[in-house]
């Protein structure tokens, strides 16, 4: 087995000046943007992570991943966002009540302000993975920010679709786990609890269906999102040393989301998760209601592996063209799940390059 990269390691990026931008949102919030820079480029790309996970998924040593790629390709000038969602922050493994509509409000607005003091009037392009596509999705089309030269979204934009046992999880997950189990999260890292303690008989109880792999962070991961064996990615996309750390790609979760997801699948679109919430009020109650006023042009993505929003984005695309019609287009990744687009070590042979081709088309 290869060595195991630190921790929140920056130095799967080569030849970049790096530096950290923090900034606070409106509800007070401190987050940061991470500015990886080779030169000046008239095409800013800002990348977004998803739920529990964080920029180290854009910037992983063990294999070739996005921001070097990026780097290569003319993109010299590409930042990352960790919100309020990321792994590097510790507020999704505390007690709190955020759903996306504080972070389609506050966090991404926020960061483009933060963005823009530095880039200027440049164009900026933002490629996104899973929730943090979500919540942006609902920054954009809700009107909450504008200025977006394109976008690309992975797995899930405004129409979540999730598999049966998902739904199931979505009903009973919140209330399990914080009146029964007495946790407002779930920790991919339970299977290093002390024995007998509550994420330790979580953990022990998850693996006794999950016998794909040894590794009991990936299986609590599945247990978290999903629905599959694994539910996040094919194993075989993978570096091992990957797979052997993904606990350190996705961590804690924040049970409180799952119930804005459930009330966002029953309504099959984006929706305001409490409509009479004043501090929302310019925000839509139905997210795709203003989509047709907005110009920015989007690519869809999907593994048609994907376990944890499959058809999501195919669904997206169809409900984008009703409202803005050749204004987006939808790839699928033939062989990919849900976040391998991304992690996978083959992504920048699979994937990337349509991201790029896509970039450089909107940059043109
Ligand atoms: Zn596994």
């Known amino acids: 087995m290869e060595d195991i990269p630190a921790r929140y390691t920056l130095e799967g990026v080569s030849d970049a000046e790096v530096s950290v931008h ?18 000046d480029c008239d095409d800013v790309v800002l990348l977004l992570h998803g739920l529990t996970a964080s920029i180290d998924m854009f910037i992983m040593p063990e294999h ?23 792994s590097r922050f510790p507020y999704d493994a505390e007690t709190h009540r955020y759903t996306l509509d504080d972070i389609a409000a506050w966090d991404h607005p926020a960061a483009l302000r933060e963005l823009r003091r530095h880039v200027g009037d440049r164009r900026v392009h933002v490629v996104a993975h899973c929730l943090g596509s979500m919540s942006f999705s609902m920054s954009l089309f809700g009107g909450a920010l504008d200025g977006v030269a394109s976008f690309v979204s992975n797995s899930v934009s405004l129409t979540p679709r999730v598999p ?34 509550r994420g330790w008989m979580v953990s022990r109880l998850v693996s006794l269906f999950h016998r794909e792999c040894g590794v009991r962070d990936c299986h609590m991961i599945s247990f978290m999102w999903g629905s599959g064996h694994p539910a996040l990615y094919q194993h075989e996309n993978l570096p091992p040393v990957t797979h052997e750390r993904i606990a350190d790609l996705l961590g804690p979760t924040g049970v409180h989301y ?14 305001k998760y409490d409509p009479s919430d004043p501090r929302h009020a310019d925000l839509p109650d139905a997210y795709l209601s203003r989509a047709g006023e907005v110009t920015t042009p989007v690519l869809l993505l999907s593994g048609d592996a994907n376990h944890v929003f499959p058809g999501a ?21 033939p062989g990919y799940g849900h976040i391998d687009p991304f992690i996978g070590k083959n992504a920048h042979v699979d994937v990337f390059p349509k991201i790029l081709d896509f970039l450089k088309r909107q940059a043109s």
């Open 22 to 39: 923090p900034f606070a949102t409106e509800d007070g919030l401190g987050l940061n943007l991470t500015r990886f820079r080779r030169g």
């Open 64 to 86: 070739r991943n996005l921001v070097n790629t990026l780097l290569d390709n003319g993109f010299t000038d590409v930042w990352a966002l960790d919100f309020r969602m990321s």
């Open 164 to 197: 049966t046992w998902s739904r199931c999880k979505l009903v009973a997950g919140p209330g399990l786990s914080e009146y029964v189990i007495g946790l407002p999260y779930m920790d991919s890292r339970f299977g290093e609890a002390p024995p007998l303690t």
């Open 258 to 271: 799952f119930r804005h997801i459930r009330k966002m699948v029953s309504a099959g679109q984006a929706v």
């Open 313 to 333: 984005n195919a669904a997206c695309h169809e409900a984008l063209e009703r409202a803005r019609p050749g204004l987006q287009e939808f790839a699928s990744l």
